[in-house]
């Protein structure tokens, strides 16, 4: 390996109690709001086919018009007390809030630009009372930020002329003071997400970015940055020169999932997701595959069978309503995560064989293995491989079935656990199973199915 000036500072996995929290999240809310929901999708009576909150760079939306939406943000339905319940029920651990999106309109009355909801008809703080909701809830806040800004003089994609880098300059300094406003301003807040950053000019910033970097985890002890930030002195994002992961988590899964675990190259990960298919801002009229909440739980399951965490995006329309097809998401999966979280919270990956019923999940707190779901054998016996010198003390169905599970060895350490007739397979199914490692005779083992 090479000897890198701002490449990544940790081998490994962060061991500290503050990602040991993040890594135990499981679920997250991502909030997408912005000025791109007044329009949702929409100009002059055309359809934006692209997503949402880039609408600002279609070429049938003028730019002054859209730099002049902020004239008309007056979100009376806003209630971040009820998004913040939503979520409590849904599930959520964690929520990642839009500060500032890729146009530049600051959700909070930032002191370095006029372009924020201080020079709005709603004239308030919107991220302040957003934060005091969720953590009130419980819920750990995260504030997404994006470094490109359409709206920012200085803001550059690449450095052609002098001028280019005298305006930079600028715009560096800008973007400093903001993300140290933020810190000050929101100081319960648990990491950044950050966005925006694949720009030449950014990339080019090695040393700056990470001086910033390091300065905001001073700011802030324990914060917790992803990999999306900064480049090194090579121009390498996400995994540095020698192939080490930048920050503290990985933030290439998006809208996008990994299949095995060798995907995750042993770090830390989440994955954010669009409830269609490509929309994050509010879209008032969605096309194509809109997913279910069965979906989005198998892609929840299978990111913590992985060692990852899972982020369903929400975008509110422009006075502030959570739109019903997501408000319907949030009660079906929250329904489910009812009686099945165990299976999610505090879990990850366990090197059992891999089977096609679908997922196995280690609780990190019980030691329980999780085993859901999704792919219900027509036998309804599910085949399990247990690793040579563990034994299965016990097996509970749990969630909305009931019943016993038969189990009945086939081979020397392979079972098929019987479900019970009548087992509701329309909704993920997941038996939670008690291990002992070692060789230990085990007490109580089930009864061998004749
Ligand atoms: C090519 C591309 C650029 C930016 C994005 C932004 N990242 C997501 C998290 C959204 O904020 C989207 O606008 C998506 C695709």
New binding site residues.
């Given amino acids: 390996s090479v000897t890198l000036e701002h490449g990544s500072k940790r081998l490994g996995k962060r061991t500290d109690p503050m990602m040991g929290v993040w890594r135990n999240y499981g679920l997250g809310q991502f909030i997408?709001w912005g000025l791109y929901a007044i329009p949702g999708g929409h100009w002059d009576g055309k359809y934006y086919s692209g997503?949402a909150?880039?609408i600002r760079s279609w070429n049938e939306m003028p730019k002054n018009a859209y730099d002049e939406l902020y004239k008309v943000f007056d979100p009376k339905a806003y209630d971040p007390k009820a998004w913040a319940k939503q979520a409590k029920d849904m599930g959520a651990k964690y929520m990642i809030i839009?500060t500032k999106?890729?146009d530049g309109f600051c959700l909070w009355p930032s002191q370095y630009t006029d372009y924020s909801v201080a020079k709005s008809p709603y004239n308030k703080d919107i991220i302040g009372p957003m934060v005091e909701a969720y953590d009130a809830e419980g819920i750990d806040v995260y504030l997404y930020f994006s470094v490109m800004d359409w709206n920012h003089p200085g803001y550059r994609s690449k450095l052609e002329t002098k001028e280019d880098e005298e305006a930079y300059e600028g715009f560096k300094e800008f973007t400093r003071n903001q993300l140290l406003e933020l810190l000050a301003f929101y100081p319960s807040t648990k990491g950044l997400w950050f966005?925006?950053t694949w720009d030449q000019a950014w990339i080019q910033q090695a040393a700056f970015a990470d001086e910033l970097e390091e300065e905001m985890r001073s700011v802030i002890p324990g914060l917790i940055i992803g990999s999306r930030f900064r480049a090194d002195e090579n121009g390498k994002r996400h995994f540095d020169t020698n192939g080490d992961l930048m920050g503290d988590y990985e933030q290439g899964w998006?809208r996008k999932m990994p299949n095995r675990i060798e995907d995750v190259n042993g770090n830390d990960w989440d994955c954010?997701m669009t409830v269609p298919e490509n929309q994050?801002g509010y879209h008032s009229d969605w096309k194509g595959h809109v997913k279910s909440s069965v979906e989005l739980i198998e892609m929840m399951v299978k990111a913590a069978s992985l060692d990852g965490n899972f982020v369903i995006n929400f975008g509110p329309d422009g006075q502030g309503n959570i739109r019903p097809e997501e408000s319907l998401i949030a009660k079906e999966v929250g329904e489910w995560m009812e009686s099945n979280a165990e299976a999610v919270y505090d879990c990850g990956y366990l090197d059992w064989e891999k089977q096609d019923w679908g997922y196995y999940t280690r609780n990190r707190k019980t030691g329980n293995v999780n085993l859901v779901v999704f792919n219900y054998p027509a036998s309804g016996k599910l085949r399990v491989k247990v690793p040579k010198g563990i034994k299965i003390q016990g097996i509970d169905l749990i969630g909305t079935n009931g019943g016993t599970i038969d189990l009945e060895e086939i081979h020397r350490d392979e079972y098929f656990l019987g479900l019970p007739k009548g087992t509701d397979h329309t909704k993920p199914v997941v038996l939670v199973m008690k291990i002992v490692e070692g060789d230990a005779e085990v007490q109580g083992v089930y009864e061998k199915a004749k």
Wanted: hydrophobic share 35%; proline share 0%.
């Fill in positions: 997408h997503a909150e880039w839009t999106h890729h966005d925006g998006e954010v994050w």
